[in-house]
């Protein structure tokens, strides 16, 4: 029986600082750069959560606003999926999509 350890919470956040003089251009690209990230880390996560009746998988939301984002899933057993509980993701989901976004934004 594998043993279920307590919810990890991973945060992801983007902080650029000293660029109020350099425009408008920059801000939106960051604010463009902070929603494409978002999206993957979305699309991935739903990609990777295994499918027993699609409740898990439908679960997850994204929140974005200028500089951060939030995607979270808040189904009752995400933390018994997350520990691998699942032969369909045996090394959780999280833990997979942060490996694949990070490969994406190097």
Known sequence: M????????????????????????????????????????YATARAKTPVRSGR????????TTKNNFRVENNVPYIDKLEA???????????GPTLTAIKGKYK
């Open 2 to 41: 594998q043993q279920l350890t307590q919810p990890q919470q991973c945060n992801m956040q983007i902080t650029v600082t000293g660029v109020q003089g350099v425009g408008i251009d920059l801000e939106r690209s960051l604010q463009r750069l902070v929603k494409q990230i978002a999206d993957d880390v």
């Open 56 to 63: 898990a998988k439908n679960a997850w939301r994204e929140a």
């Open 84 to 94: 691998g509980a699942s032969r369909q993701a045996p090394r959780g989901i999280i």
